[in-house]
């Protein structure tokens, strides 16, 4: 699963630019449904999110 930093805000979810989450499920070629968990694993927003409204980060070099 990948993980993702909002680009955007979405208000009506409370949450805001920066913000990382989970893709938990692509629901189609233009939209990715992503939770928000606290530290603990908590989850505190589960939102449909536009694949251009998101960064997918890396944690492990890739080939360029």
Known sequence: MDVVALLVDVPSEGLSHGQVGTIVEHLDDKTLL???S????????IAPCPRTELLVLH???EAA
């Open 34 to 36: 992503v939770e928000f």
């Open 38 to 45: 606290d530290d603990t694993g908590q989850a505190y927003a």
């Open 59 to 61: 944690y492990v070099p």
